[in-house]
């Protein structure tokens, strides 16, 4: 009953607030309609759930752990939350702090991560290229604080909320991604001053864990959509957003594996054996020419799963 409490106080956490500015840490995100409804129709927003919230509050926890590693360490770190805008562009943040060394100043982030996505990311390119959505809106985000603040180059630093490790990624001052960044602000504003709002991006990547799903799908799908109650499917499907996570996790795990494992022919690694060996592969190299002599198309299936959160997830 002590978690059931735990887990009820950060119930109450979930709420919807007003979004009166166009947030730095969600710049990143390339959808326009996105960013006009998190404006104009935010209160329809699909609430997360309390294990993500758990998430959430444990990389604020992350945060501060870091930051008072930091300190035993002997590295000064300033300006800690320091709120920034930008008028012009209706551009809000808070940075996490600026990091001292020497004579110079650094804009700080501070994420946490699992241990797959430690091992992944090693460089500013990781993030913009990243797996994953997220990953690639954060470069977005301290960019825009060194523009906001005058600064050439910020970092990141990650802790693996596995074994605690720390890693550093440096990010010089992208002016490409700058001005990218504020011609989306420009076109948000546009949008909102006439009172617009743009299509969507349809894209599966950007959109597949939108929170205005349910706002925009009846737009994306038409009035063609074939509506059927079979409860077996639905709970396959339910099955299937809940397993999701794991795939990519064990994508990440097994490709890292077959990275260190590669060539070695018997290892014994705590309670596991492994083995492996080179086999002979049939291959056909067949010249470019004549590949193009039997070139044809051939009509496949592509689905694309979507959750719609309905009113009754929402009332919940």
């Known amino acids: 009953m002590f ?11 979930i709420k919807v607030w007003p979004v009166n500015s166009n947030r730095a840490s969600d710049l990143g995100n390339p959808c326009i309609r996105y960013h006009v409804l998190n404006r104009t129709r935010y209160e329809e927003k699909a609430l997360h759930d309390v294990g993500l919230q758990y998430v959430f509050d444990m990389g604020n926890e992350i945060e501060d752990i870091v930051l ?17 805008s930008w008028k012009e562009y209706e551009i809000t943040g808070h940075c996490d702090g600026k990091i001292i060394d020497g004579e110079k100043v650094y804009p700080l982030e501070i994420k946490s991560c ?9 460089t500013i390119d990781d993030l913009k290229k990243g797996k994953y959505f997220y990953l690639r809106k954060y470069p977005t985000q301290l960019n825009l604080y060194m523009l906001m603040d005058g600064h050439d180059k910020g970092v990141f630093i990650f802790k693996d909320k596995n074994s605690g490790q ?13 001005e990218e ?12 001053k006439a009172g617009t709002v743009p299509d969507g991006i349809n894209d599966d990547f950007v959109c597949g864990g939108c929170p205005f799903t349910h ?45 260190a494992v590669d060539g070695r022919e018997k290892l014994l690694v705590g309670n596991y054996f492994i083995t492996g060996k080179y086999q002979d592969r049939t291959t056909y190299n067949v010249p470019q020419e004549i590949k193009q002599q039997y070139k044809g198309t051939m009509k496949v299936w592509k689905r694309t799963i979507t959750k719609v959160e309905s009113s009754k997830d929402q009332s919940a």
């Open 166 to 178: 720390l890693k550093e990624i440096w990010m010089d001052l992208d002016y490409a991604l700058g």
């Open 114 to 122: 699992s241990p797959f996505v430690f091992k992944m990311i090693n």
């Open 215 to 259: 706002v925009c799908l009846p737009d994306r799908v038409g009035k063609e959509v074939e509506m059927i109650d079979n409860a077996e499917l639905e709970e396959l499907l339910d099955r299937y957003y809940a397993l999701k996570p794991y795939a990519k996790e064990y994508d990440d795990v097994d490709e890292q594996i077959k990275k």
């Open 181 to 192: 960044t504020l011609k989306r602000a420009e076109s948000i504003n546009a949008h909102l």
């Open 3 to 13: 978690i059931e409490k735990v887990t009820e106080s950060k119930s109450k956490k």
């Open 68 to 84: 008072k590693e930091l300190a035993e360490a002997g590295v000064k770190v300033i300006e800690q939350q320091r709120a920034f």
